[in-house]
């Protein structure tokens, strides 16, 4: 499903995706961050509260088989991706805040993703290897920290390392559609709509949930567009990433199904949700205020 060469530009794709997620960063972010959490909880919540529980809804009510299920929990246990600080910026939302929800995500996830895979997995008596996954996303902080001495040495090699790690995500995607799409086509045939179910629906459960939650706490109108998407769009070549480093065979394959098309449809979907944004009248929306909330 995903051969040697796609798993090398993936590695390659993650290395550069950190390293610019970290470029995007400096010590001020994280000041202002620490003064004005409550975007970033909210954010927190969202993303290791709301979707691990879709998830499991969805793993537990639909008619799929055991990997299918370990495919939705882990899709749904990701950190949100940096395809979202795009989409963020083209529906005016906050893009400090999506930036910092992201990274924040992320470094959280080191602690958090084994401990609710293994709290849902156990609970339908799956088995993942969370040592494995643990080391990955140990791995992955690595980048994150060169990015930020990068952006301290010199801005304007940051910026372009952020530009490119956006990028890249955007161009892994569209690479799969290209080069994917083609070689299993028979399987896009035979795979149950259960599958596409759940990786479709799995993002736009996120939004919903992630805007609905923000508008019942009344945060502004773009921070509560900012946390609908860092919700809804999760890290896909990351989850992708973990079952190829985590799992072997045929069972890293059937894993991966899910994570693949919900990469394919996510960007279908978010840009629909975009859309939508963009139509919403925001003429009338009071300036945003300092901070992130």
């Known amino acids: 499903m995903v051969g ?68 939705i929990l882990i899709m749904a246990c990701m950190p949100g991706g940096t ?17 910092l929800m992201t990274v924040t995500s992320t470094v959280f996830g080191v602690l958090l993703i084994p401990l609710v895979l293994v709290l849902y997995a156990g609970a339908l008596d799956l088995d993942i290897p969370r040592e494995n996954i643990i080391a990955t996303l140990v791995l992955l902080l690595v980048p994150v920290a060169i990015g930020m001495v990068l952006r301290k040495l010199n801005a304007n090699v940051g910026a372009v390392t952020e530009f490119m790690g956006s990028m890249l995500a955007i161009f892994f995607i569209l690479f799969l559609i290209v080069s994917w799409i083609p070689r299993n086509w028979e399987f ?35 921070n509560a567009r900012t946390v609908a998407l860092e919700t809804g769009i999760q890290n896909g070549p990351l989850a992708i990433a973990i079952i190829a480093f985590t799992f072997s065979g045929t069972e890293a394959q059937s ?24 139509r919403v009248n925001t003429a009338n929306e009071q300036p945003l205020p300092n901070g992130l909330l």
Do not use: C
């Not at 995007?24 to 003064?35: G, N, Y």
């Not at 259960?194 to 019942?216: D, E, N, W």
């Not at 894993?255 to 963009?278: D, E, G």
């Open 4 to 71: 040697p060469l796609e798993q090398a530009i993936l590695a390659l794709m993650i290395f550069v995706i950190m390293l610019g997620m970290g470029a995007s960063l400096t010590p001020r972010d994280f000041t202002l961050a620490l003064k004005r959490p409550y975007g970033l909880m909210i954010g927190v919540v969202s993303q290791y509260g709301f979707m691990p529980l879709i998830g499991f809804i969805l793993a537990t009510t639909l008619p799929v088989s055991d990997t299918i299920k370990i495919g």
């Open 188 to 222: 896009l045939l035979t795979t149950t709509w259960a599958t596409y179910f759940g990786s479709i629906v799995l993002g736009l459960f996120g939004f919903a949930l992630g805007y609905g939650f923000s508008i019942l706490l009344r945060l502004h109108p773009r």
């Open 255 to 278: 894993i991966m199904a899910v994570p693949v098309l919900y990469s394919l449809f996510i960007v279908i979907t978010s840009t629909m949700v975009t859309l939508w944004f963009r």
């Open 83 to 99: 395809t979202s600080n795009i989409f963020t910026y083209f529906s005016k939302g906050n893009l400090a805040l999506s930036v």
